[in-house]
């Protein structure tokens, strides 16, 4: 049940773009991203709601393909604050949120 | 909005000793979650509540787990007869209310290691 995330890792310089994707076997209900940085709690991007999408903040922007089963997280212009491990969490039809396989994302300046 | 808190945020215990985490969620969120994270792999959902009411426990969690709201607002997490497998981070999320749409509040996690 758990998402699959792809790719594992991603190594990007500072002002170049990267695409992470989320894929389920399941319908979706919604779509949740997050980031976490080296010893700290997860934190809150965005939401994507069945059919539709939802911008976070910056220049991080993701979408929602439910015939698909998956979501995809941009980033453009990737900032050195960008690095962390993304994580997407989906929501099948009940309350919890199961996390994905999560990537690894590198920015070097 | 003080956030939510977690406390202790590092315990270091024996195997087979018993240790007790608490988790404080935002004041007016009704929905409290538990999550077990280990190096290099997401959260791993363990249990949540509604108020005092705990609705959903992970088929993945052994008898040795357990987890209280008294009163619906802070919560505990105790794993007794701890084994060397139970090293992670344990996260405490909450939200207001049971939509999908809203996002996870998240404590800055105990750090469990079993020697």
């Known amino acids: 049940q758990q998402p699959v995330q792809s790719p594992q890792a991603v190594i990007l310089r500072e002002g170049e773009d990267a695409v992470i994707n989320c894929s389920s076997s399941?319908?979706?209900?919604?779509v949740h991203w997050y980031r976490q940085k080296h010893g700290e709690a997860p934190v809150f991007l965005m939401i994507?709601?069945?059919?539709?999408e939802q911008k976070g903040h910056d220049k991080i922007s993701a979408s929602f393909n439910e015939k698909k089963q998956q979501s995809s997280l941009y980033l453009t212009a990737s900032q050195l604050s960008y690095s962390g491990t993304y994580f997407c969490?989906?929501?099948?039809?009940?309350?919890?949120?199961?996390f994905g396989t999560g990537t690894r994302l590198t920015i070097i300046p | 909005d003080t956030g939510v808190s977690q406390d202790p945020r590092h315990k270091i215990t024996k195997r087979g000793q018993n240790v007790t985490f608490r988790c404080d969620p935002i004041?007016?969120?009704?929905?409290l979650y538990w999550y077990r994270q280990t190096l290099g792999q997401g959260p791993e959902f363990l249990t949540y509540?509604?108020?005092?009411?705990?609705?959903?426990k992970s088929r993945l969690l052994s008898d040795r787990f357990s987890a209280e709201r008294p009163k619906g607002s802070f919560s505990t997490l105790e794993i007794q007869r701890t084994e060397q497998g139970d090293s992670a981070m344990y996260l405490c999320?909450?939200?207001?209310?049971?939509?999908?749409?809203?996002?996870?509040?998240f404590g800055s996690g105990t750090q469990l290691s079993v020697l």
């Open positions: 994507l709601l069945k059919g539709g």
């Open positions: 509540f509604q108020n005092e009411a705990q609705l959903e």
């Open positions: 999320a909450s939200r207001r209310g049971a939509t999908t749409n809203e996002k996870l509040f």
């Open positions: 399941k319908a979706l209900y919604s």
């Open positions: 969490g989906t929501v099948f039809g009940n309350e919890k949120l199961t």
């Open positions: 004041s007016e969120h009704n929905r």
